[in-house]
């Protein structure tokens, strides 16, 4: 059940700012064939950070989303640039996102969003022992950051500004990781 199709052909069939638009040409082991379209975005991946003011307080951020053209509660997050690795890229989106950096930062997991149809990964950093840090980063205007508890998490998931699952999926490890320490 397991056997991983045959890739027969792969084409470039339009290329924007953030993805590259893919058409495979694919062949199941039982002979069927299909074409799949897939969203490939260029770089090494994201980070989306879990920064823990102390093992209760968890800071998040106000930003706007063109996806949903509204201003969306989430963990701090960026792509992670060359030559760096996913827990270097969690350090500077913190001090460009939120004002702090972290002396302990842990990776949790590597998780995708919506494998179907798009290639993007994202790896998940839980981020404690937080210091005043800044730096410059991409942002068009300061982020509002927010504070809330951990205790509060079930009630948090179902604010109405909190949409993203990768956030509210990461909130629920970062629980789970700071129990167990």
Do not use: C, W
Not at 22 to 32: A, L, Q, R, T
Not at 50 to 78: A, H, N, Q, W
Not at 101 to 111: D, M, P, S, V
Request: aromatic fraction near 8%; charged fraction near 30%.
């Amino acid at each position: 059940m397991h056997k991983k199709p045959t890739v027969l052909n792969i084409k470039t069939i339009a290329i924007t700012r953030f993805f590259k638009i893919e058409e495979m040409d694919i062949e199941f082991s039982n002979g069927k064939k299909r074409t799949y379209e897939r969203l490939k975005p260029p770089g090494n991946g994201a980070v989306l950070v879990i920064p823990m003011l102390d093992d209760e307080t968890v800071l998040m951020i106000y930003e706007y989303s063109g996806g949903t053209d509204r201003y969306e509660l989430t963990l701090t997050k960026g792509k992670i640039d060359d030559g760096e690795t996913p827990i270097e890229a969690a350090n500077r989106e913190l001090t460009e996102e939120i004002g702090y950096g972290a002396n302990k930062l842990t990776f949790i997991k590597k998780i995708t969003i919506a494998p179907g149809y798009q290639s993007s990964i994202t790896y998940l950093v839980l981020a404690q022992d937080l210091y005043k840090a800044s730096a410059q980063g991409d942002e068009p205007e300061p982020l509002e950051v927010a504070a809330f508890k951990m205790a509060d998490l079930e009630s948090l998931v179902y604010n109405e500004d909190l949409t993203e699952a990768r956030s509210i999926a990461a909130l629920y490890m970062a629980r789970d990781v700071i129990n167990k320490q």
